[in-house]
């Protein structure tokens, strides 16, 4: 259903199934734990914190990963005792109404996890709704943004995953082999369309030209076609205007100085397909530089030393993932401190996991999903004083 709505391979789709059912075996296994009465001492005869939800959440959800996006809210949010509401991306309702089914099918009660297929300028109105108390959205930072403003005029909780450009440093000490084999799976992964996949590769002078002939190797093996055929590895975007608002930032990038390495250019006949691309020394004041390129176009970014990657990492209003190569482990822990994001990662791509917290700060957003701290994201803290 994935790969027919919005052409994910199919290959991706089962593994993001598989993805939901472990975050729901987590939530399933772990939400009572995470939820129990904390007792703290003080000055009462007892006192506590207590974990209540907080009623219905709203749920504003994007098409690139249909199921995970969702599951991901739903099962710490319902879980917790809450209800929810899913407004989906709206070319995808084929899954959205796939996923109320499954709570239904699985005996959730009738009404617990509700499907609505309105149109985006509904959203507002569902948000001022007194049923609903609070709203979770994954998105663009511009949507986010107005239901931000929406939420808070309501004085209702809301928790924002936007956009992100994330770095993928590349110090010389690397090992190359694996940094070219991780660089190729988080970029092109879906098309490229995530909002945690590298976009900004930030590699060290002296290396570099060796970096970019190993990856422009890779890139240019991958297989692109009908996402239905298990021998591709990368199918369609998702829609048409997605694809030539990407190839507009990418000739506008290309006329201010980048370089063309590969790709650059949509796939001839029907569908929207975007050739794997890489463009070469972008700098800053060019647009691939400064905003988010949601597809399958890799930047290179060349730095001076570690200074100048770190530097140039942190030049940019996101910060949702970022990523450190290196052969020294310290090292990489060091730099990962100092990198302005949600998460980091060390010889690893940027990835989210049931276990762990995720989430941005700058203009990716606020809040956290996963983990302890996403099932405490829609909860009511109550302290209680006993004396």
């Not at 075996?25 to 007892?46: H, M």
């Not at 609505?116 to 507002?124: P, T």
């Not at 030049?315 to 990198?339: C, H, M, Y």
């Not at 989210?352 to 700060?361: A, Q, T, V, Y």
Request: contains cysteine; aromatic residues 8%; negative net charge.
């Amino acid at each position: 259903m994935m790969t027919l709505e919005m052409g994910k391979p199919i290959r991706e789709a089962r593994a993001e199934i598989e993805k939901c059912a472990l975050g729901c075996e987590y939530y399933a296994d772990e939400g009572q734990g995470f939820l129990a009465d904390e007792v703290i001492a003080s000055d009462a005869g007892r006192s506590l914190v207590t974990y209540q939800p907080l009623g219905t959440v709203l749920a504003v959800m994007p098409w690139n990963f249909p199921f995970w996006q969702v599951f991901r809210f739903a099962a710490p949010a319902l879980v917790a005792g809450n209800t929810g509401l899913l407004k989906h991306a709206s070319n995808v309702p084929q899954c959205a109404q796939a996923i109320e089914t499954v709570f239904t099918e699985a005996g959730f009660p009738q009404g617990v996890f509700r499907t609505l297929l309105i149109q985006s300028s509904r959203v507002a109105a569902v948000i001022g709704d007194v049923r609903v108390h609070a709203v979770t959205f994954t998105g663009s930072e511009p949507a986010g943004r107005k239901v931000a403003a929406t939420a808070g005029a309501q004085v209702k909780k809301s928790l924002l995953e936007l956009g992100g450009s994330d770095a993928f440093i590349v110090l010389q000490d690397a090992d190359l082999d694996l940094a070219v084999e991780q660089a190729l799976t988080s970029r092109f992964l879906n098309s490229g369309q995530s909002c945690i996949a590298a976009k900004r590769f930030i590699v060290v002078a002296p290396i570099a030209d060796e970096f970019v002939a190993r990856f422009r190797k890779a890139v240019e093996a991958i297989t692109v076609g009908d996402p239905l055929d298990e021998s591709n590895a990368m199918g369609p975007m998702a829609r048409v205007d997605l694809r030539d608002e990407l190839h507009h930032q990418v000739v506008d990038s290309l006329s201010h100085g980048a370089v063309a390495i590969t790709g650059c250019n949509p796939e001839a006949g029907s569908g929207s397909f975007y050739q794997p691309s890489i463009i070469d020394h972008v700098k800053h004041g060019v647009r691939a530089y400064s905003e988010e390129l949601f597809g399958p176009v890799a930047i290179i970014i060349r730095a001076a030393d570690e200074a100048d990657a770190v530097r140039i990492a942190n030049d940019t209003d996101f910060g949702l993932g970022g990523s450190v190569w290196t052969r020294d482990t310290a090292r990489g822990e060091r730099i990962a401190r100092q990198l302005q994001c949600g998460c980091a990662f060390v010889n690893g791509l940027v990835k989210s996991d049931p276990r762990l917290p995720f989430g941005g700060i700058k203009n990716s957003g606020y809040g956290r999903e996963l983990s302890r701290l996403g099932i405490h994201e829609f909860v009511n803290a109550k302290t209680i004083w006993i004396r």
